[in-house]
């Protein structure tokens, strides 16, 4: 049982090694800058997302403004001395 644990950790090992060599070899390069254009295109998404939902925020309070001024007080209609 040991040995075929220990050969799973090496293969995982040499599997490892082999996929990143692989990556920074001349082959390998087109895929590293692919995914790093994928994540600056994806940072920009999240960018303009959170631009998109501020807006429409603003937009949103300025057509109906909560009524935070507007304090009703309804005892002051009441007369004490009653």
Do not use: C, W
Request: aromatic share 4%; no cysteine; hydrophobic share 45%.
């Amino acid at each position: 049982m040991a040995d075929s644990e220990q050969q799973g950790t090496v293969l995982k090992t040499a599997a490892g090694v082999a996929g990143g060599a692989l990556l920074f070899s001349p082959v390998g390069m087109p895929i590293v800058h692919g995914i790093a254009g994928l994540a600056v295109a994806s940072l920009g998404l999240i960018a303009a997302g959170s631009a998109i939902g501020a807006i429409t925020d603003n937009i949103g309070n300025a057509l109906a403004p909560k009524d935070r001024d507007i304090e009703e007080d309804y005892t002051d209609f009441m007369d004490e001395d009653e």
